[in-house]
């Protein structure tokens, strides 16, 4: 029944207009939330981040989801309430979508364990497995 009622309200997002999008990323509940995310508008996938409700957990979803814009990425790093859990701050780090100066300013705060891992990662930028493979040498020195 909940899957019903999931795609009930995927049908209805189609046929909405960006203004409705907008103002249901604003308030809308969870299910509301996971839909319009994967809205190809900024506006709309924006809202959703800014709506109140946004939990942590959904955060850490949008944090390691390939598939976010740039700018979605950016409201992330620049909220200092969701940066200060360690696994939002990982997952941005190993996410190619997040800028590139908020992963290295976030990479200095990873544990020995997870730097390890990023070095030897083809998942991320060379220059991200660079600074995780200097950050690591100067943790264990």
Known sequence: EDSEEFQSKYK???QMGISEKIKFALTGDKEWRAI????SNKLV????????RISDAEILTIAKSKIQNDEIMRMICMNKEWTKIYAIRKALVENN??????ALRFMSTLTVKDLAGLAKSKNITTVLSTQARRLLSAKKQ
Do not use: F, H
């Open 36 to 39: 319009l995310i994967r809205e």
């Open 45 to 52: 996938s924006g809202a959703v981040v800014k709506n109140p």
């Open 12 to 14: 209805m997002c189609q």
């Open 97 to 102: 979508r997040t800028p590139l100066p908020s």
